[in-house]
């Protein structure tokens, strides 16, 4: 995490009595919580107040905002019996308790403006010297809020990709010799996704044979983890229809095409493909290359296919999209069969 955490540093700068928001922004799994964390442990025992509002997307969508102030504020302030009526008296207990305090606060996992105006509205509601760090798959909201610098988080290299899998598939920093290829082919398909590293490496863990290995890895391509996916699905939900149907088709037929063209296409089916495509940029889905390509990461594609897929999975004559060639195959000669 060195390096990670320094880009941290310098966009945090400790030592300064400004108040500082910072983003981490990237796509799940990919790391933000795990560095939060690791900033929030080495810094915040420096400060007044300190607080780590874990999960807010979850607890906002189950209970709302008033309990995400409560705990905010108590865990802050220190005081189990503090009244929150509503929202508007949180802003309002926020501001008054806090506006002189150096606070140090992790909000994570943020996922709409209403969280962070409820939560950490502006600067003069917090003492000089504070920081405040947000999590979010969603960098347009990042940007919008007053936030000052946004750490957007890349992929591990493939080194750091094999450490981190050793560790945990193993429980030392090198694989048995007759394990160490494959153990490789797993981290290739990971594609640098912590995430989906540390979750086939408890997989893999204990598991000495090379069949069983090569029978997991094979499986693994036909169908992949359910846990890695739920949590990379989490993003595709929040999107609008327009741009889940965007989503599917660079995923099923675009990856790797040219924006523009892929744009006058979109556009031709009325799915007003230019903010369709910047929403799933803010969002972490695709990226841009520097030839001007569409891309994703191939696991983002997987949970795609698996989306188109999982209504009917053997049967792609129901499926919304085909892509794979026996798969058309397989439906035109159903077809011809049927008007013969």
Known sequence: MESRVEKMMAYTKPGLNDVRFIGICGM????????????????????????FLANIREVYDKKGLKPLQKTLLRSLLHERNLYVGNIFDGINLIR??????????????V???????????????????????????????LSSHVTENIYDVNELTFD????LFHLKAFKTSQATNDLRELAQQVVNYTTG?????????????????????????????????????????????????????????????????????????????????????????DKSLIT?????????????????WEIVREQHYNDPGKWSRLWVYKDICQVLTKIRVRYL
């Open 28 to 51: 799940g799994g990919i790391g933000k919580t795990t560095i939060a964390k690791i900033v929030y442990d080495m810094l915040s025992k420096d400060y007044d107040c300190r607080c």
């Open 193 to 281: 996704l912590p995430l989906a590293i540390v979750v086939l490496g408890s997989h893999f863990c204990g598991r000495s044979s090379v069949e069983v290995w090569k029978s997991a890895l094979d499986r693994l391509q036909q169908y992949p983890n359910r846990k890695i996916l739920e949590s990379l699905r989490i993003s595709y939900d929040g999107l609008e229809n327009v741009e889940k149907n965007i989503f599917l088709d660079i995923a099923c037929f675009f990856k790797g095409k040219k924006k523009d063209r892929v744009i006058e296409i979109l556009n031709s089916c009325n799915f007003f493909a230019n903010i369709g495509i910047q929403e799933l940029i």
């Open 111 to 141: 996922d709409q403006l209403e969280q962070l105006e409820n939560l950490a509205g502006e600067r003069e509601w917090f003492g000089s010297g504070s920081r405040i760090i947000i999590t979010s798959r969603n960098k347009h909201l």
């Open 288 to 304: 841009i290359t520097s030839r001007n390509e569409l891309w994703m990461h191939h696991l983002l594609q997987e949970m795609g």
């Open 160 to 163: 750091e990709s094999l450490r």
């Open 96 to 109: 008054r308790r806090l506006y002189r305090k150096k606070v140090f606060l992790v909000l994570d996992d």
